[in-house]
């Protein structure tokens, strides 16, 4: 059913629920799994080019191989003979999230979500509601976080086609 699945890290502790999950579902369906660290550029776009992106960008970047490194980690502790394609990009997190499941030909998105709602959503916005929209492939969030110590029955929010 599954061929290729994309996951989107952060290099949190929190989305390793989510590429667990992904492991998982990979596993099963015999996929790939695409690991993918969006560089929010935009965050950085206040600052004064000449002495912000030059060490910045860099270091940014370093975190997203970290983060993609981190998820082919995961693969090997779950003794999983999955493949794992790592890739870092800069732009807006869900933008790049769907165009790399796009251009890739990426059959599933699973990725984490911290189940925010209320006021909370509306002022910080949502990178996983976002995708949800927007990607012509189904989504699959996975809640991540503090509270899924509370809640581990949670496992799967959400899934969009």
């Known amino acids: 059913m599954y061929d290729r699945l994309l996951v989107p890290t952060d290099g949190s502790l929190a989305v390793e629920r989510a590429v667990s999950h992904a492991i998982d579902l990979a596993g099963v369906h015999d996929a790939a799994i695409d690991a993918l660290y969006v560089v929010n550029a935009t965050n950085y ?10 060490g910045i960008g860099s270091a940014l970047e370093e975190e997203g ?8 980690e995961l693969v090997a502790e779950h003794d999983a003979d999955v493949p794992v394609r790592g890739c870092v990009v800069s732009g807006s997190p869900s933008r790049c999230i769907v165009e ?62």
């Open 45 to 54: 776009g206040a600052l004064p080019m000449e002495t912000a992106w030059d």
């Open 65 to 72: 191989d970290a983060a993609v490194a981190r998820v082919e």
């Open 100 to 161: 790399h499941a796009e251009s890739t030909e990426c059959d599933l998105i699973v990725m984490g979500t911290h189940g925010r709602g209320g006021i909370d959503r509306l002022l910080l916005g949502s990178v996983a509601e976002r995708v949800v929209r927007l990607s012509p492939v189904p989504v699959t969030t996975v809640r991540v976080g503090d509270d899924v110590a509370e809640d581990s029955s949670a496992e799967s929010v959400a899934t969009a086609e």
